[in-house]
């Protein structure tokens, strides 16, 4: 009984697992337990999708990201702590270490509380910018609940964002209106490639000072389109690292709040818990996620293919090159689909790129699409590779690289001089001269003198 008991625990577990492709261990920094309750329908809604959450304060002396050397979680959110700081556990570093052991953040923030001036350190590090004064939020006086912010609007309306990839599986469009109360503003660097907006602030909004006892702005941090009220930044390794400006967005009383813009007509209900699970899915891993699989190569020779993946190629060779890509989507692989206006290429390079190609979509199977290419080696011999290095907004960077050794003819290998149209003139003349010297020479070794000319002999003798 007791084998059996253990095999159906067994079975349970193994039914009971995360979406994520890199774990389901979450660690909910949270300062005061009394707030979890105003949580409670989305930490169902992660435990729900297979999370394992652990909640812990930024006070506890025990806690730790890291446990033997490897991380102790897989993932960590962050809600805005009321204290000055995080702790020794929770410093920018930490963190940065976190992350490159491949784990994701999702950091929450609210503009009714200072940001502490670590985590400001820490956006720095991903030139993603914070007010100055750190009492700041994002007001709107044209796109606003009139229902809950008559007076302040501090609560922003806003459309879901449309599609963030020219394709037909954005993951954060649809349809529906967000409430974004009490947002801390936030501008991106221009010059990083690793950071983009998520969801940006109207145009009529800017930056309000809440301790300003004036009413009027002058000098605001940023307005319009400048701010950005959730970012997402993806490092190199592909950890993620998500910033959500409002954490009163994630509450149960906005997941399903009545809310009234000053020239609707009527209420509507928001969509902040849909919005919600789309941005924890794309932070935690759950979408966006292109995993390779088999890449092959070979020789292709009066049209038939010869061995996979060999090690030596020739100049001039013809070359079909194949390369396999899934996509994961919540809870299983499929085919990933490339946009035709952002292919993905194959470059064939030594110091510099021979050929860029863009790879073609060859198969399709249940859970993966098989791209390729063919081309003819340049007539240069030396170390080659095939590079693959797709990196896109919200998907996972793709870098591969194979070297192969690309050598001259052989001496048997050369064509012959006969078969070269361009030396028939020389070859020509060649075997002329040859030809008229064995000709000179028959004609003198079989012509014999004249009769006058044997007498002048004999006289002169």
């Given at each position: 009984?007791?084998?059996?008991?253990?095999?159906?625990?067994?079975?349970?577990c193994?039914?009971?697992?995360?979406?994520?492709?890199?774990?389901?261990?979450l660690?909910?920094?949270?300062?005061?337990a009394?707030?979890?309750d105003?949580?409670?329908?989305?930490?169902?809604?992660?435990e729900?999708?297979?999370?394992?959450?652990?909640?812990?304060?930024?006070?506890?002396?025990?806690?730790?990201?890291?446990?033997?050397?490897?991380?102790?979680?897989d993932?960590?959110?962050?809600?805005?702590?009321?204290?000055?700081?995080l702790?020794?556990?929770?410093?920018?570093?930490?963190?940065?270490?976190?992350?490159?052991?491949?784990?994701?953040?999702?950091?929450?923030?609210?503009?009714?509380?200072?940001?502490?001036?670590?985590?400001s350190?820490?956006l720095l590090?991903?030139?993603?910018?914070?007010?100055?004064?750190?009492?700041?939020?994002?007001?709107?006086?044209?796109?606003y609940?009139?229902?809950?912010?008559?007076?302040?609007?501090?609560?922003?309306?806003?459309?879901?964002?449309?599609?963030?990839?020219p394709?037909t599986?954005?993951?954060?469009?649809?349809?529906?209106?967000?409430?974004?109360?009490?947002?801390?503003?936030?501008?991106?660097?221009?010059?990083?490639?690793?950071?983009?907006?998520?969801?940006?602030?109207?145009?009529t909004?800017?930056s309000?000072?809440?301790?300003?006892?004036?009413?009027s702005?002058?000098?605001?941090?940023?307005?319009?389109?400048?701010?950005?009220?959730?970012?997402?930044?993806?490092?190199?390794?592909?950890?993620?690292?998500?910033?959500?400006?409002?954490?009163?967005?994630?509450?149960?009383?906005?997941?399903s709040a009545t809310?009234?813009?000053?020239?609707?007509?009527?209420?509507?209900?928001?969509?902040?818990?849909?919005?919600?699970?789309q941005?924890?899915?794309?932070?935690?891993?759950e979408?966006?996620?292109?995993?390779?699989?088999?890449?092959?190569?070979?020789?292709?020779?009066?049209?038939?293919?010869?061995?996979?993946?060999?090690?030596?190629?020739?100049?001039?060779?013809?070359?079909?090159?194949?390369?396999?890509?899934?996509?994961?989507?919540?809870?299983?692989?499929?085919p990933?689909?490339?946009?035709?206006?952002?292919?993905?290429?194959?470059?064939?390079?030594?110091?510099?790129?021979?050929h860029?190609?863009?790879?073609?979509?060859?198969?399709?199977?249940?859970?993966?699409?098989?791209?390729?290419?063919?081309?003819?080696?340049?007539d240069?011999?030396?170390?080659?590779?095939?590079?693959v290095?797709?990196?896109?907004?919200?998907?996972?960077?793709?870098?591969?690289?194979?070297?192969?050794?690309?050598?001259?003819?052989?001496?048997?290998?050369y064509?012959?001089?006969?078969?070269?149209?361009?030396?028939?003139?020389?070859i020509?003349?060649?075997?002329?001269?040859?030809?008229?010297?064995?000709?000179?020479?028959?004609?003198?070794?079989?012509?014999?003198?004249?009769?006058s000319?044997?007498?002048?002999?004999?006289k002169?003798?």
């Amino acid at each position: 009984m007791r084998w059996l008991l253990s095999f159906l625990l067994l079975c349970f577990c193994g039914a009971v697992h995360a979406l994520s492709t890199s774990g389901n261990r979450l660690l909910v920094v949270l300062e005061e337990a009394a707030e979890k309750d105003a949580y409670s329908t989305f930490w169902s809604d992660l435990e729900g999708r297979g999370f394992d959450i652990s909640f812990e304060s930024p006070k506890n002396e025990k806690l730790s990201l890291f446990r033997l050397g490897e991380r102790a979680y897989d993932h960590l959110l962050i809600l805005p702590p009321k204290s000055k700081g995080l702790g020794p556990a929770l410093t920018p570093k930490a963190i940065i270490d976190f992350m490159n052991k491949d784990g994701n953040v999702l950091l929450a923030l609210s503009g009714k509380s200072p940001t502490p001036s670590s985590l400001s350190s820490l956006l720095l590090e991903f030139d993603i910018h914070l007010a100055p004064d750190r009492s700041s939020l994002v007001v709107d006086h044209f796109n606003y609940d009139t229902l809950s912010a008559s007076e302040k609007h501090d609560v922003l309306l806003l459309k879901r964002p449309g599609a963030l990839r020219p394709d037909t599986k954005p993951y954060f469009s649809g349809d529906g209106i967000l409430a974004i109360p009490r947002a801390a503003p936030q501008t991106l660097g221009a010059e990083s490639s690793l950071v983009a907006p998520i969801l940006r602030a109207p145009e009529t909004a800017y930056s309000y000072n809440v301790k300003e006892e004036s009413g009027s702005v002058e000098d605001p941090f940023a307005t319009g389109t400048q701010l950005s009220l959730v970012s997402a930044m993806q490092a190199r390794n592909s950890a993620r690292f998500t910033v959500l400006g409002s954490v009163e967005a994630l509450q149960d009383k906005w997941f399903s709040a009545t809310v009234k813009g000053p020239e609707d007509k009527k209420e509507t209900t928001t969509v902040n818990r849909d919005f919600a699970k789309q941005l924890t899915a794309w932070t935690f891993q759950e979408v966006g996620v292109i995993k390779v699989g088999k890449i092959e190569h070979r020789l292709v020779e009066n049209g038939q293919e010869g061995p996979l993946n060999p090690t030596i190629y020739r100049v001039k060779n013809d070359i079909s090159f194949n390369i396999e890509f899934s996509e994961f989507i919540h809870d299983k692989w499929v085919p990933f689909e490339a946009p035709s206006e952002d292919a993905v290429q194959l470059e064939f390079t030594m110091l510099s790129p021979f050929h860029r190609l863009n790879l073609q979509p060859i198969r399709r199977t249940r859970n993966s699409t098989l791209y390729g290419a063919s081309f003819t080696v340049p007539d240069q011999h030396g170390i080659f590779s095939f590079r693959v290095n797709y990196k896109r907004p919200f998907l996972t960077n793709v870098e591969e690289k194979h070297e192969i050794t690309i050598r001259h003819f052989a001496h048997n290998e050369y064509p012959r001089s006969w078969k070269i149209s361009a030396a028939w003139p020389w070859i020509s003349g060649l075997y002329s001269v040859i030809g008229g010297f064995l000709a000179f020479v028959v004609v003198w070794l079989y012509s014999a003198p004249s009769a006058s000319a044997e007498a002048r002999i004999k006289k002169v003798q």
